[in-house]
């Protein structure tokens, strides 16, 4: 049997990340994949291995898309830190976005597996890890650029971020307005602001 194309492969991926991002792993039946992906279950394991395999190659497509929007956020930015913090009050839009859910993919899914699932557990950690480390990347860069003070810890800071960043993402699957969850966004963005070194303040 013949391999897809890139391009092929690609929909599938989004297809299936879509699917899993909605419904969960273990909701998430092989008649389900079929259907999503419009393949038979020979082509599905021909194609990726396993209803696990694919899960996490579309949380790695998942991560992937998400580190290109923060990486175009900082690079829309004119400072780290204001990157950064428009970055946040992007988060605000959440509940207009047409999204399979509103809660991160990597966040349900660590949430959801358990022992059974211990590599694609660990997977998702190793995921989390990276998109922290961007967060400590642009934080360190506005450190040395002077936009925070010299002795701010960025790796307590990127903790903090991401923690934020997965507690908004959660609550905006909550029966909440949209006013709520901008003003969210807009308390986090102002609170990253606030640590600005003297001088540097907006």
Known sequence: ???????????????AMQLFWRQGFHATSLKDIEQALDMRPGSIYSHFGSK???????????????????????????????ALAGYLRRLGTLYDQALPSRACMLVKSLLE???????????????????????RQALEAARVQGELPDDIDTSRLARRLQA???????????????????????????ALESLAASGHHN
């Open 1 to 15: 049997m013949s391999r897809p194309s890139q391009h092929d492969r690609h929909t599938a991926l989004d297809q």
């Open 52 to 82: 696990e395999k694919l899960f996490r190659e579309s949380l790695e497509r998942y991560t992937r898309l998400g580190l290109a929007e923060l990486d175009r956020a900082l690079a829309e930015g004119p400072t780290p830190l204001s």
């Open 113 to 135: 597996l358990d022992e059974r699932e211990a590599a694609a557990r660990e997977h998702v950690n190793v995921l989390l890890s990276g998109m922290e480390a961007r967060f």
């Open 164 to 190: 934020e960043v997965m507690g908004l993402r959660a609550f905006a699957q909550r029966d909440v307005d949209r006013q709520a969850v901008e003003q969210l966004a807009e308390d986090m963005a102002r």
